[in-house]
């Protein structure tokens, strides 16, 4: 099980996923937003790395409940509480369901317990109406190609922004964090236009490549 965390102080900022910007600066007031930095290799995510960080120790992984970030300088914009609160629920059911495909789940933090944090900092919704005639229009599609080849999400659609905070279960150290954007691919016009289809589509991705890293690193095959 451990070969299965190794590297991961090398390898946990590729966590973004396909779909992903250049973030802007976490909100001030979460633990990790003093170190967050953009990396050279992966410029589109913040990330932070704590040195001599030692992954192999830990043989399973407790998730936290997510958060949902409340101060005023989220990125939520008029989306209701609601909404937050059901795609935070998504997220904990997704991610819980992708990570114990490959890493022992734990019921709580202790001793070789990776213990993850994932903290939803901004949600934004899909704009259906907008969203579809762009992606069905000439011109809506040049302008999905550009935004897909920057790593945006398509004309109008929903996107997902979080934090994940990796501590040691024992000691509540950080050993790792990043910051990443969350949504459908920009080119792909089978996907949910529903106000929040975008953002969960954002949500099975990241989950589905946390798994396949972990996979990778159980079979030693990360590419970096």
Not at 20 to 47: E, F, N, R
């Amino acid at each position: 099980m451990a070969l299965m965390l190794r590297g991961l102080a090398a390898s946990i900022l590729v966590l973004g996923v396909a779909g992903c910007v250049k973030p802007a600066p976490p909100p001030y007031d979460i633990p990790s937003s003093m170190v967050l930095q953009t990396q050279s290799v992966w410029s589109t995510t913040l990330g932070y790395v704590r040195p001599a960080a030692d992954f192999t120790r830990y043989d399973s992984v407790f998730i936290e409940p997510v958060r949902l970030y409340m101060g005023g300088n989220g990125r939520f914009g008029t989306t209701p509480i609601e909404d937050r609160q059901e795609v935070g629920r998504y997220m904990q059911d997704a991610f819980a369901r992708a990570i114990g495909e490959q890493v022992q789940l734990a019921d709580a933090p202790g001793p070789n317990v990776l213990r993850l944090r994932i903290i939803m900092v901004g949600l934004q919704e899909t704009n259906p109406l907008l969203a579809a005639s762009t992606h069905f229009s000439i011109s809506g599609m040049a302008v999905d190609i550009s935004r897909s080849v920057l790593g945006m999400n398509g004309s109008f659609m929903g996107s997902v922004t979080y934090l994940a905070e990796f501590y040691d279960g024992q000691t509540d150290t950080m050993l790792a964090a990043f910051q990443s954007q969350a949504s459908a691919d920009a080119l792909d016009i089978t996907e949910d236009l529903s106000a929040l289809g975008s953002a969960k589509v954002g949500v099975e991705k990241a989950a589905r490549h946390m798994r396949d890293m972990l996979a990778s690193m159980q079979h030693g095959t990360m590419q970096f």
